[in-house]
């Protein structure tokens, strides 16, 4: 999160909002990218600024920088991903795949039938907006 806040520092930005999500990129149903998404409708952001294209969704980056266009945001990628053959990135889509629904069968997320609460993981999504 320091290099993306440093980045709207070096840009000029003051006072950027920052929206945060513990959890999945999976999930489509984050509260805080919700709340993005609300606000570029509304017209109050109108540049998204993040580390990786992975933290802001795992699958349809190209669908929300789309619908961020359409609204008048942009989208600012930092860092790319380190090169990967297409095979690797298909294994590792895979996994998150089958850990995501595995952990919804188990009851991993919440409470589950084995009444037990998962730890957060302290993995967070990062958006920026201006």
């Known amino acids: 999160m320091q290099m993306a806040l440093s980045h709207c ?4 930005l003051d006072n950027p909002v920052v ?11 984050r ?5 993005l998404c609300q606000a570029i409708e509304r017209g109050r ?17 190209d669908y929300l920088q789309r619908y961020f266009t359409r ?4 989208i600012k990628v930092l860092r790319q991903a380190a090169t990967r053959t297409k095979y690797q990135d298909l294994v590792d889509d ?10 919804r069968v188990h009851g991993m997320r919440g409470t589950g039938a084995t009444g037990w609460h998962r730890r957060r993981l302290g ?3 990062l958006y920026l907006a201006e």
């Open 19 to 29: 929206y945060t999500d513990a959890g999945s990129e999976l999930n489509a149903r």
């Open 123 to 125: 993995r967070r999504a």
């Open 71 to 74: 609204h008048g945001a942009s």
């Open 31 to 35: 509260g805080r990218l919700g709340r």
């Open 94 to 103: 895979l996994i998150a795949i089958v850990t995501s629904f595995s952990g």
């Open 45 to 61: 952001e109108g540049r998204v600024v993040i580390t990786y294209k992975a933290r802001l969704t795992r699958f349809g980056f």
């Open 9 to 12: 520092t070096g840009a000029g």
